[in-house]
């Protein structure tokens, strides 16, 4: 027996007697999974079942989730009936639906009563076009229509008999172990209401029938979920993604508009009013109830995640793709790349739309038409990819809980559902002259993109405060770099083993330090690939690179960097003094602490922020060429290496995919983030903040 409770107290204790009652000399387990009640539903689950198994969930995570968390308790051998916790079992109702099972049975729904002992309506037909039009126009009225114009079994005379039946109300239902394993697990994506038709659906799919004992009698007071406008707006949405997942596109949007006019001609009954507006409007979907607690924070049960990425999965991996690594060992993550044109595909023959490049990682790629970025073929544009966005997600089956939009000349697809998040991981505005963009759309498509999104993230505090103040955002919350220490550190390299810079090679780096690196003849290991475009500054780095003690080893595989920076005596981020670094923090000076090795940086706030014993902070070249002579001449020692990469093992991707999802899941709930350090938040004010940067390299 699996019982789901949440605020259940005055309910429960009157089940779990009802159970025990009617079990007889049965050999029953019961489980209550707790929804994280604020109430003393746990207390009397014990007081009335002390042999019973009650365990709380981790957080309000919905009711199939904690089915779900329930059902892996258990062996697998034995029949499992679910429960609500506002049901009571009538005498004679366990045997009766036990004795139903067998064959291709592999679903048994019993008969519910009210209170007043009156029969429920509970049975079911398949959500279609043709029920939902009846529905949306008499409602529960004219019930003597054609069947197929109405949801609800309406006539008396099929509640009297035993049936097959397509599904029923989820209050009370006993599957068979072969079910059970055949379907897997209940579709978490419901967090309330459509889970057991999804349920019964898939029962049904796996060549299993689901039949109805109107002699197993359960009395259903049906007020365990509560009612709110936001529970009704909630029950009309999932009914559409429900219809989405089994159903075409095209199928799907001509139920979604009966949806619509249902809720129209009830506009004045209350209630209906946000239903209404939930349903046309997808993007608050995500602010609709959802899953809220400690599992969901810490990554359990994790819904899909949609991430618009600034450069395509196979660009040199920087902040979206260790990102999006750390997001897929929590749950599924589909990359999106920002669209070509279709000549580009066509010239370079680009392998399928759809691949999956790493485990719990779907890459779709996006092509629009050519000249896809000029003024009018950009909204053309932008709408064929977006079309081609919601396609490829309807065929994957993946409904997402966020949405995560990471690129400066992109804008959240629409009609995709999710938790729309901006995350800014650089001053876009700022380096769109870089870029070889405009900086006067870009700072339009921020701010658009700013106003719809549900939270907005950048990379530093620094970063947060130009953002505050480009988009007029009253709050933008910090979501910082993180590293991949390395699992374990080599022996320290001896004193006057060389310093090593690792990453591309363009203008954010101060050429002048470069410069006095090589003359001073301070031994310099260069790894990463050319990406300047100024040729003053192509010319000066050409330089540097030939410098007798400069041995630029180009780009090399990520594999290999753990054994290069181990033959190093020190990091270095030789970032220049502007603008654009100073909102920035460069990945290599965590990957630097993650390695074990000293760093040396010039004096830009994120290093500040970091406030790390390894991290030297230069205030001009000539102090920098110092502080890197004196690291060389020094050595590294294995308690200097394990303390740094103890330091680093603080700042994984993982922790930051993990705050990401609480940042998510606390948005979703109207509650302000949890504070992890002195300042993760700038606020409308924007006072004077502590540094605590990132930037993607």
Known sequence: MVVVTYNSAEDVGELLDSLREDAGTLSVAVLVADNSSADDTVAVARAHAPEALVFGTGGNIGYAAAINKALAQLDGSRPVMILNPDTEVAPGAIAIMLGGLGGDVGAVVPRFVGDDGTTSLSLRREPSVSTALGDALVGARFRSRPGRFAETVFEPARYEAPQAVEWATGAALLLSPAAIAAVGPWDERFFLYSEETDYFRRVRDAGFRVTYAPQAVIRHSEGGSGSSPRLDALMAVNRIRYVRKHHSRPYAAVYRGLVVLGELLRLGIPGHALALRSVMRERSWARLPGPTGTAVRSGAGSGPVVYLAGGTWDDIPGTDRRLVAALARQGRVVWIDPPVSVLRRRRNALPGFISQPQDGVTRIQTFGPPGLTRPIVRVLSRLIVARRIRSALHNLGVIPEIVVLAASNRRFPREVPGLRVLYVTDDWVGGAGLMGLSPTDTEKTLRRNAHEAD???????????????????????????????????????????????????????????????????????????????????????????????????????????????????????????????????????????????????????????????????????????????????????????RKRHAFARNHTWDARAARLQELAARTREGAPPRSISECDTVESSRSTLPDHGEDAE
Request: glycine share 8%.
């Open 455 to 641: 939270l907005i993230l950048a990379i530093s505090p620094a970063l947060a405060d130009v953002v505050a103040t480009q988009t007029g955002a009253r709050r933008v919350d910090v979501l910082a770099n993180g590293t991949e220490p390395v699992e374990h550190l080599f022996a320290p390299a001896p004193a006057g083993s060389p310093a090593i810079l690792i990453g591309q090679l363009n203008e954010r780096l101060d050429i002048g330090i470069l410069e006095e690196l090589a003359r001073a003849d301070v031994p310099l290991m260069v790894v990463g690939p050319r990406a300047d475009r100024d040729p003053t500054f192509g010319r000066r780095l050409d330089a540097v690179l030939a410098a007798p003690k400069v041995d630029w080893l180009g780009a090399r595989p990520y594999d290999d960097l753990a054994d290069l920076m181990a033959s190093a005596s020190v990091g270095v981020t030789p970032y220049a003094d502007s603008p654009f670094n100073r909102s920035s923090f460069p990945l290599k000076t965590l990957q630097y602490l993650g390695a074990g090795l000293p760093v040396v940086s010039t004096d830009i706030p994120a290093a500040h922020w970091l406030n790390a014993e390894g991290v030297d902070i230069a205030d001009s070249p000539v102090d920098f060429v110092a502080r890197v002579r004196g690291r060389i001449a020094e050595g590294r020692t294995s308690d200097g290496d």
